[in-house]
């Protein structure tokens, strides 16, 4: 089956670091990513949508220059958390679409935790 | 009305029982229908998908989806305990842009 690689899967980083979380498709090519956060106890919440080669777009009222995310080829995202704080510490999760209509296979997450 | 509507729960159900999961989607057009489950602090894992009416078993899952009232829904018999979990509902919108909608999923607990 699809299997997408999520690295790290837990990271602790000090206030006004930067952090990035890398996603990749290992046996498919991902024509589309899509990053997700998820705080404790509440559903996915959607932040972008990135193509391959094409700039990423972000949901409303997440921040792009906070958020970087770059979709550098057809089996590799990233998302950098730029000058993080306390309150971006949250469940971060990548999923990757092959072809459209099909599911989509998720990352095992990162759980960052900011001090 | 939200895109793809679950009940909350927690959906309580006796160890053996069937659990009955329901989803309700508002975009006529969608095609495709996935479930999802979800355990505490992992990322969500694809159970079913469907794309035609009617019923699709997977083992101890079925999935049904009625495009007409449009809702779709997931069985799970012989409960156990290790099925408690979110379970998550997703459609792929075709109104205006394409993308993935989740629904913010049903808590299933399975009482041993």
């Known amino acids: 089956g699809a299997v997408v690689s999520q690295h790290p899967s837990r990271v602790i980083c000090k206030s006004g670091t930067s952090v990035k979380i890398e996603c990749r498709s290992l046996?498919?090519?991902?024509?589309?990513m899509f990053w997700y956060r998820q705080f404790p106890k509440q559903s996915l919440m959607l932040m972008a949508t990135s193509n391959e080669g094409s700039k990423a777009t972000y949901e409303q009222g997440v921040e792009k220059d906070k958020f970087l995310i770059n979709h550098a080829s057809l089996t590799l995202s990233t998302l950098t958390v730029t000058s993080a704080h306390p309150e971006d510490s949250s469940f971060y999760i990548c999923s990757a679409l092959g072809k459209n209509n099909s599911p989509l296979h998720f990352g095992n997450g990162t759980r960052l935790t900011v001090t | 009305q939200k895109e793809v509507e679950q009940n909350s729960g927690p959906l309580s159900v006796p160890e053996g029982a069937i659990a009955s999961l329901n989803c309700t989607y508002s975009?006529?057009?969608?095609?495709?229908f996935f479930w999802y489950r979800q355990y505490s602090g992992k990322s969500p894992e694809l159970i079913m998908s469907?794309?035609?009416?009617g019923d699709q078993e997977d083992g101890r899952f079925t999935a049904q989806l009625n495009k007409a009232s449009q809702y779709v829904s997931l069985l799970i018999r012989d409960s156990q305990p290790s099925d408690s979990a979110t379970y998550l509902c997703a459609v792929i919108g075709v109104s205006g842009t394409y993308k993935y909608i989740f629904g913010t999923g049903t808590r299933l607990k399975v009482l041993a």
């Open positions: 975009d006529r057009g969608s095609q495709s």
């Open positions: 046996d498919f090519q991902a024509t589309t």
């Open positions: 469907i794309y035609s009416n």
